[in-house]
C-alpha cells in the first residue's frame, strides 16, 4: 500500500515556474514507476510526465515537453515535478500517481496503469 500527497501548487502569471511535490509513504517507494497527470475542468485526465524507479528513465506529454521536468529522490520518498514557462493552458489539478514496476517494465503513461493516486493540487496560471 503506497499513500501520495501532492504539494506545491498555487496561482501564478503566464511564464512563471512551480515546483510540484508528491511525498509516498511505505518503505518501496524505489519499486514503483511515478507520473505525473493533470486534469482541467471539463476535461479527461491527462498524463504529464512519468520517471521510472531508478530515476534514469523519463517520458513526456508533447505539451509539456521541454517545459516540465519529472525527477525522484528515493531516499526522502519523493517525486518532483519541475514546471517552467508556464501556461494558462497548464491550468488544472496535478496528480501524482505510482505503479509498481518490476525492473525492465516500460513507463506507463495511461491512468489505468496505475495503482494508487494522490488527492491532487490546484495549479491556476493567468494570462
Known amino acids: 500500500q503506497v499513500q501520495l500527497a501532492e504539494s506545491g501548487g498555487g496561482l501564478v502569471q503566464a511564464g512563471a515556474s512551480l515546483r510540484l511535490s508528491c511525498a509516498a509513504s511505505?518503505?518501496?517507494?524505489?519499486?514503483?514507476?511515478m507520473g505525473w497527470f493533470r486534469q482541467a475542468p471539463g476535461k479527461d485526465r491527462e498524463f504529464a510526465a512519468t520517471?521510472?524507479?531508478?530515476?534514469?528513465?523519463?517520458y513526456y506529454a508533447d505539451s509539456v515537453k521541454g517545459r516540465f521536468t519529472i525527477s525522484r529522490d528515493n531516499a526522502k520518498n519523493l517525486v518532483y515535478l519541475q514546471m517552467n514557462s508556464l501556461k494558462p493552458e497548464d491550468t488544472a489539478v496535478y496528480y501524482c500517481?505510482?505503479?509498481?514496476?518490476?525492473?525492465?517494465?516500460?513507463?506507463?503513461?495511461?491512468?489505468?496503469?496505475?495503482?494508487?493516486w494522490g488527492q491532487g493540487t490546484q495549479v491556476t496560471v493567468s494570462s
Open positions: 511505505g518503505r518501496t517507494f524505489s519499486s514503483y514507476a
Open positions: 500517481a505510482a505503479r509498481l514496476s518490476p525492473v525492465g517494465s516500460g513507463l506507463p503513461i495511461l491512468p489505468t496503469r496505475y495503482d494508487y
Open positions: 520517471i521510472d524507479r531508478s530515476g534514469i528513465a523519463t
